[in-house]
């Protein structure tokens, strides 16, 4: 599979088959993250892998409320969503915060090192090391969609970011980006429609016009 075929077979995913990706392999996708570029050049990337379920249980019990299928539509609603692909694609997402991170093969907690506050940046360089990581996470995604592997990223809240670097240990200067849930798609498990665009509306020369 080349570069552009990776990268258009590379898609969301929240319904896992109960099957566990071999860690040789995993360790092969960070490889491919730490191929991306890096702020200061020292890749201060660390990885959590949540493997085993009863820990990785505990955890997910602390920090995250399930959500049903009516409560996220009142949150779909309070938050004014109008386009019809994002709020079918929030109408599938929500309910499955949980269940999407409990049964995934296999579950990463990328960390990077922040020396500064990351919610309170003095300037847009100082998230830097934030965006590096982001570079990081993306390589992992392409390369698991090469494997056939698929997955979803979780931005997590205040309280669950304290509650899981106090869990696992986390030295203070290093902050987590995201959950990582990488799997082999469940039976059935659908890419989400996504929005419409035309790539001549994105494009400005010179001048956004």
Not at 69 to 85: E, H, Q, S
Not at 122 to 128: F, Q, T, V, Y
Not at 153 to 174: M, S
Not at 191 to 197: A, D, E, M, W
Request: hydrophobic share 40%; aromatic share 10%.
């Amino acid at each position: 599979m080349d570069v552009y075929e990776a990268i258009a077979s590379r898609k969301t995913i929240r319904d896992f088959a109960p099957q566990e990706i071999d860690l040789e392999l995993v360790k092969r996708l960070i490889c491919a993250g730490f191929n991306a570029p890096t702020n200061n050049h020292m890749r201060e990337w660390h990885f959590v892998l949540l493997q085993d379920k009863v820990r990785r249980g505990e955890l997910l019990d602390r920090a995250i409320k399930p959500v049903g299928r009516k409560g996220a539509m009142a949150i779909i609603n309070r938050w004014g969503l109008t386009d019809d692909a994002q709020r079918e694609m929030y109408r599938d997402a929500i309910p499955k915060q949980y269940s999407m991170l409990y049964n995934a093969g296999c579950l990463i907690l990328p960390c990077f090192r922040q020396p500064t506050p990351l919610l309170k940046p003095k300037d847009l360089s100082a998230l830097n090391p934030f965006a590096s990581i982001w570079c990081c996470i993306e390589n992992i995604l392409v390369a698991a969609a090469s494997e056939g592997i698929f997955g979803v990223t979780r931005i997590p809240f205040e309280a669950e970011r304290n509650t899981f670097k106090e869990f696992l240990n986390i030295p203070e200067d290093y902050e987590i980006p995201c959950y990582l849930a990488l799997g082999y798609p469940a039976e059935g498990a659908q890419r989400r429609r996504q929005v419409n665009i035309s790539i001549e509306e994105r494009i400005h020369f010179e001048v956004w016009s």
